[in-house]
């Protein structure tokens, strides 16, 4: 097996990911001018800028983006599973075929009177089908399936940077793009444009993507019990990484909460600068969008791997992403302060890259904590909690942005920045297991 196999998956992963944030921010321009035309019909006249649009706007949103995440998070776990059995390939292409389910009604509803009257429902409805399939919740889980299949455990935590930093470039790519295309031509068009990139993604995946999981190393049999989302946490213990379930519980809400931002600062951002007194265009919250993305892939790409050689142990690492998420949820909390557009991305670049630095480092930790067999479940693990902060976010900071945009719409950020540092807090009592690496990699090389 080739070490560079990993390479291979960062092309169909960059593209997915320009994909999905160029759709998150079509998605709540095209939510926001349906909620328009709806008002307008009682209020002529009425500015799509106005905070109860946007308001109006957050709570139709959020519902769409719910049911993606409670879609994701029924299955992800035994996805995983099937991972392991059936190999990574398949259910890629799953995931990327339930994309195309979710993106389908967001054209239509632009050439049909009878979709548009109910729009809400439909949009709710299928968002909530194309969960099932996994989502970027399992785009994740393969990308990083990849990298324990091919790579010594050893370079997993500069690895996993580096498609952290992936990650944040299809990011930075489709929110500046995104922003521009919205404006020139309008959500629908862009969801068109959106569908025959993923198919092309899809195409590639299937006919020129090799399979990284070796057949030596396959599990014999699905693990139906992952249907139960408690049971998929169990990975945690199951491979030794914990000492205790306690210790599970507090490492699950250390992401969640981690995590639970990283979903939400997208969205919340898009409402919160094109509504007034900001109403900025999609081309500036684009390029704002894109700031906190950029400074993502330069921490993944260069300074955590910069750190990394500095940082000799597994307690340095800790406290590294410790530091990392006190300083993202203090950036995060400025950003609802800020009175202008240079203030709030200075802001957001810092966060963008204490994010990335504290993602790399806990999961290079529980990764190289664990065993290299049955790693699918390992990223099952984290892959459930991703998609259940996926299902979280937009219920809790799209409410709490409606609910509060009237008196101080900045809030939102502010409840952002507390989820970063409980998430720190609880990494205080966390402490993974010291593993032999070397003994690691000579399973690898038996089992390849």
Not at 1 to 15: G, H, I, N, S, T
Not at 73 to 91: I, M, Q, T, Y
Not at 373 to 395: D, E, K, N, V
Request: hydrophobic letters at 55%; proline letters at 4%.
């Amino acid at each position: 097996m080739a070490y560079p196999m990993w390479w291979r998956v960062v092309l169909p992963c960059l593209l997915t990911f320009v994909v999905v944030f160029e759709a998150i921010f079509a998605f709540q321009d095209q939510v926001i001018d349906l909620e328009c035309a709806e008002m307008r019909e009682s209020t002529p006249g009425l500015s799509c800028d106005a905070k109860n649009v946007s308001s109006a706007a957050s709570n139709a949103a959020k519902w769409a983006q719910t049911a993606q995440g409670l879609g994701s998070l029924v299955l992800v776990g035994l996805l995983a599973s099937v991972s392991d059995v059936f190999g990574r390939k398949p259910v890629m292409l799953l995931a990327l075929a339930g994309y195309l389910i979710a993106f389908l009604p967001c054209v239509l509803v632009r050439y049909s009177a009878a979709l548009r009257a109910d729009w809400q429902p439909i949009l709710t409805s299928l968002w909530g089908v194309s969960g099932l399939t996994g989502g970027s919740g399992v785009i994740l889980l393969t990308m990083f399936a990849y990298i324990v299949d091919t790579v010594p455990p050893a370079d997993w935590p500069f690895v996993f940077t580096i498609m952290e930093g992936t990650v944040a470039l299809g990011g930075v790519v489709g929110t500046l793009a995104g922003g521009y295309l919205v404006d020139a031509i309008g959500p629908a068009r862009v969801f068109i444009v959106l569908m025959a990139v993923l198919t092309l993604v899809l195409a590639y995946c299937k006919f020129a993507l090799p399979e990284s999981l070796n057949p030596a190393r396959r599990a014999a049999r699905v693990d139906w019990r992952m249907l139960n989302c408690l049971y998929s946490l169990r990975a945690f213990i199951d491979e030794d990484v914990l000492r205790s379930r306690n210790e599970m519980l507090v490492l699950a809400g250390a992401l969640l909460f981690m995590y639970l931002p990283v979903q939400g600062i997208d969205t919340v951002s898009v409402l919160y600068l094109k509504a007034e007194p900001f109403s900025y265009s999609n081309g500036v919250v684009g390029i704002y969008n894109c700031i906190g993305l950029a400074a993502r892939v330069v921490a993944g790409l260069v300074l955590a791997p910069y750190l990394r050689g500095r940082i000799k142990s597994e307690r340095g690492e800790l406290w590294a992403a410790r530091i990392a998420l006190i300083l993202c949820g203090a950036f995060q909390a400025l950003q609802g302060s800020a009175v202008g557009i240079y203030d709030i991305t200075v802001y957001n670049f810092f966060t963008g890259a204490a994010t990335a630095i504290a993602l790399a480092y806990v999961r290079g930790l529980v990764n190289k904590s664990a065993g290299p067999t049955r790693q699918g479940r390992m990223l099952g693990a984290f892959t459930f909690i991703l998609s259940g902060s996926q299902a979280l976010s937009p219920l809790l900071f799209n409410s709490v942005y409606a609910s509060t945009s009237e008196w101080f719409g900045g809030f939102a950020y502010i409840l952002l920045g507390m989820s970063s540092l409980a998430a720190a807090g609880l990494l205080f009592f966390f402490s993974p297991r010291k593993t032999d690496l070397h003994v690691q990699e000579a399973l690898l090389a038996v089992t390849d």
